[in-house]
């Protein structure tokens, strides 16, 4: 980097909920309502290159060649004023008397491997990438880091881990223990994550405004957080932990149900999934009649992520292709990536 001129680029990969966020409960810091756990996919990154530059400047982002327009995309400016902010304590703390002020913009530059807002997180990839990059321009500390993420999409602070990643909902109001942590002691490598893409456009209703409208109508929502949310975040780690493939997996398939119940139960009502959806349901029920082997999540759309382990990943492609009709032209495309062997930078 020349004078003046911070350069730092960085992978970070995507993850998956396997028990999903859904809620706010401050729109500003987006602190959830409840807690969430995430398996980071591996092959699936945004690489970022982030500058920061000394001098009064416009701030860019340009998103697989396309730039962002940031007056409609407030979540990019949070992150640059939370950073800059976190420069000015740090020199305040370590007493650097500054007479000047010296004003600083960004450039953020970010390629995915993989589609983008088709609800497969992949802002998650990115503000995640954000994060890790600023914090080493600025030589941050990973709750730092983490808080830069979230601000920018709450899912993103999963990403900063590889492996089983819990994001505790925290009890503070300022956000201070509202963080992500890695919540396996081991990598279970065998775990593989196929991605079915029915629909690459932007999903309809997006997750800022769904969560605001199940927060706002559905009571369901209520008996999910405080009933069972908790408990399901620990069958979570246990099933992984031992490595109880059908525990995960049922666990898996009924939050995502559960998920895209409380978004049915809004008002008026989201609807995520589509009949392609519905169909792979059906494979992933025929695939387990014997031994469960598959579990799918979906997020805030209608494509699917099928988690099987390794040696059933063939199997269960088959199973896709063939045994059901998913229509076609709705098949998008087809993607396997081995999940868990993201250690962190
Ligand atoms: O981080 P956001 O605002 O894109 O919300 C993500 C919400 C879900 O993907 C549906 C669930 C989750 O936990 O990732």
């Not at 940031?70 to 992150?79: A, D, G, H, M, P």
């Not at 008397?97 to 609800?119: D, L, M, Q, R, W």
């Not at 209608?302 to 098949?331: H, M, T, Y």
Request: proline share 3%; hydrophobic share 35%.
């Amino acid at each position: 980097s020349g004078a003046g001129v911070s350069e730092v680029t960085v992978r970070v990969p995507m993850n998956i909920a396997l028990v999903k966020y859904w809620g706010k409960r401050d729109e500003q810091l987006i602190l959830p309502l409840n807690d969430s756990i995430s398996l980071t996919v591996d092959k699936l990154t945004a690489e970022t290159t982030v500058r920061m530059i000394q001098g009064v400047g416009e701030n860019t982002v340009e998103i697989n060649g396309r730039r962002v327009e940031l007056s409609s995309n407030k979540r990019y400016q949070t992150v640059f004023d939370e950073a800059l902010r976190l420069q000015r304590k740090r020199k305040e703390d370590s007493n650097q008397n500054e007479t000047e002020c010296i004003s600083h913009h960004f450039e953020v530059i970010s390629k995915t491997n993989f589609p983008v807002a088709a609800g497969l997180a992949s802002s998650a990839a990115g503000f995640a990438a954000i994060g890790r990059a600023i914090q080493k321009i600025l030589n941050l500390n990973d709750t730092q880091a983490n808080r830069l993420a979230r601000i920018g999409s709450g899912s993103a602070c999963r990403s900063m881990f590889g492996g089983l990643v819990h994001w505790k909902k925290g009890e503070k109001e300022d956000g201070s223990d509202c963080v992500a942590v890695r919540a396996d002691s081991e990598n279970w490598k065998d775990l593989y994550c196929i991605i079915l893409v029915f629909d690459d456009e932007r999903k309809k209703v997006g997750s800022s405004e769904g969560m605001r409208r199940t927060r706002e109508t559905s009571t369901l929502l209520k008996h999910r957080i405080e009933s069972v949310v908790p408990e399901r975040i620990e069958q979570v780690k246990k099933a992984y932990e031992s490595r109880n493939f059908q525990d995960l997996a049922r666990v898996i398939m009924a939050d995502s149900n559960q998920f895209h119940a409380v978004c049915l139960d809004s008002v008026p009502p989201i609807r995520y999934l589509n009949e392609s959806s519905w169909r792979l349901i059906e494979v992933v029920e025929k695939f387990n009649q014997q031994e469960v082997k598959a579990a799918y999540t979906f997020d805030a759309g209608p494509n699917a992520c099928v988690i099987v382990q390794k040696d059933d990943v063939p199997a269960f492609i088959k199973a896709a292709l063939q045994d059901i009709s998913i229509p076609s032209e709705d098949l998008k495309s087809v993607e396997e990536d081995l999940n868990v062997s993201f250690e962190g930078p």
